[in-house]
């Protein structure tokens, strides 16, 4: 499965919409460490593991007519843009590695949770999955000090929790 493909999936399966470019990075990332082994590589960034072929993935997608992106403007006049299906689409049988209806139920549970917890739920898997050093939590509450509050860490380790996946260091 190719970038292009990953990205209308991923798209698809939240119910043919997803909003922002920073929630849809931290969905691919956290369905790969599910096991959708989407093969992407990811790398940290402003906002945690990010994966520039993903981005490019939806750039196709949106060239070939596939998806449409509306850019608005949030809270305070930041950006945001909001993923959409051009024309309907039948579900995939797979998204990567994962059975569509796994993939859909874990993106509604992160559909669940704001962008700030999305955000620190991925780069707390991603510092430990690259080994940083420090446990990972340690290390988040140092890259991201505003965000990494006790209280949107629990609602983290939560989501992190409900998708099966391990904080601890292995």
Known sequence: ??????????????????????????EAYLLDQC?????????????????????????????????????KLGGYGV?????????????????????????RARLEKMEGVSEIVLELAATIIYLKEEGYGEPPIKELKTRKPLKATDKLIKKATDLLSDLQLSVASD
């Open 79 to 103: 950006p945001y843009s909001i993923f959409k299906l051009k024309e309907p689409c039948s579900d995939p049988d797979n998204l990567g590695n994962l059975p569509a209806a796994d993939a």
């Open 1 to 26: 499965m190719n970038a292009e493909e990953i990205a209308v999936n991923l798209i698809k399966l939240s119910r043919g919409k997803s909003v922002d470019r920073t929630r849809l990075q931290k």
């Open 35 to 71: 096991g959708a082994e989407f093969g992407l590589p990811f790398t940290y960034h402003y906002y945690g593991p990010y994966s520039f072929e993903l981005a490019y993935g939806w750039e196709d997608a949106l060239a070939e007519g596939r998806i449409e992106i509306e850019e």
